[in-house]
């Protein structure tokens, strides 16, 4: 079946999909973009990625192209002409297509893509055995709660664990030695008092919207108790646990940081079950929203 992609305004075959070579997307990666999941034809989490999505167009004063029922209509043209059923939505919106000057254009149009794509059941053999990940300086800038398409030190890092065998890898500030993030996924641990700990959602990390959905499943999960701080890794390969989050990978478990073992080297109790809890929150969107149609 050919892919279908939105480029401003057009339905167009994916392989004729395309932006002008002066867009400012392509030039200074001044753009911000959102994946959001798609569950049995259903949009997971969709206003929280609007949420986050105006926030990153405000903070970069890129204008907004359009109010949140356009966007939700073409989410919803490009999920049903792709036949996704589940899989994930890309959405990337730039300060569009100007003559090259750093300093922003006077007049510029916000340039809209938007693809959706199919995505396979995540890999039985990870759940069950966990992940591996590396530790890695980050050498980002200080705004990373924006979702920028500006991703080359995250490109390098994923790049350097793929080539360490690992599925992420855990960028540290230099100044304290604690975890910031994965290059695309939040990073969590679980002590040996069994306290779930994420870092607080500050300008050093992007604010995931899972990272939102699994804190919102513990607080309504009795005798789980969680607290955003930053951890560092040495605290964290002495943790209980381990695990990542975000749109594609869900919960994932962790069972090696670098060449540390996590816990018994086994996916832990709590990844497991934030994972089937994150799961069923799927499930209750997409029946709310089969109910709906
Ligand atoms: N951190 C970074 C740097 C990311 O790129 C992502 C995924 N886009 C996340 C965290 C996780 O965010 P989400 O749960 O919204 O996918």
Same mark, same amino acid.
């Given at each position: 079946?050919?892919?279908? $992609?939105? &480029?401003?305004? #057009?339905? &167009?075959?994916?392989? @004729?999909?395309? /932006?002008h070579v002066e867009d400012r997307g392509y030039q200074f990666a001044d753009g911000v973009y959102e994946v959001i999941a798609v569950a049995r034809g259903a949009l997971i989490d969709e206003e929280g990625h609007m949420i986050r999505l105006e926030r990153s167009l +405000? %903070?970069?004063?890129?204008?907004?192209?359009?109010?949140?029922?356009?966007l939700a209509h073409i989410m919803r043209e490009v999920v049903r002409r792709n036949r996704v059923v589940d899989g994930l939505i890309y959405i990337q919106m730039t300060r569009g297509v100007a003559p090259r000057d750093h300093a922003f254009p006077a007049n510029a149009e916000t340039s809209v893509v938007m693809t959706a794509k199919r995505t396979k059941p995540a890999n039985p053999a990870l759940?069950?055995?966990?992940?591996? /990940?590396?530790?890695?300086?980050?050498?980002?800038?200080?705004?990373? +709660?924006i979702k920028t398409v500006s991703l080359l030190p995250n490109c390098l890092g994923k #790049?350097?664990?793929? @080539?360490?065998?690992?599925? %992420?890898a855990w960028q540290v500030d230099a100044r304290d030695g604690t975890v910031t993030e994965g290059t695309s996924t939040n990073a969590w641990i679980v002590t040996k008092e069994g306290e779930v700990v994420t870092r607080k959602a500050d300008h050093a990390i992007?604010?995931? !919207?899972?990272? !939102?959905?699994v804190l919102e499943i513990i607080a309504r999960q009795q005798g789980l108790k969680f607290v955003e701080r930053? *951890?560092? /890794? %040495? %605290?964290?390969?002495? $943790?209980? @646990?381990? *695990?990542?989050?975000?749109?594609?990978? *869900? &919960?994932?478990?962790? /069972?090696?940081i670098d060449d540390a073992l996590v816990g018994d080297g086994k996916p832990g109790l709590v990844a497991k079950s934030l994972r089937e809890a994150y799961l069923v929150h799927m499930t209750e969107q997409a029946a709310e929203q089969g109910a709906a149609a």
């Open positions: 079946m050919s892919r279908i $992609a939105y &480029v401003n305004g #057009q339905y &167009v075959p994916h392989p @004729e999909a395309a /932006v +405000d %903070e970069l004063r890129i204008a907004r192209p359009m109010g949140r029922p356009a759940l069950r055995d966990g992940a591996k /990940v590396i530790t890695i300086p980050d050498i980002r800038w200080e705004r990373c +709660d #790049q350097q664990a793929r @080539e360490a065998g690992a599925l %992420e992007l604010n995931g !919207i899972t990272r !939102i959905a930053p *951890f560092t /890794v %040495e %605290e964290a390969k002495n $943790a209980r @646990e381990a *695990f990542l989050t975000s749109t594609t990978a *869900f &919960v994932t478990p962790i /069972v090696r």
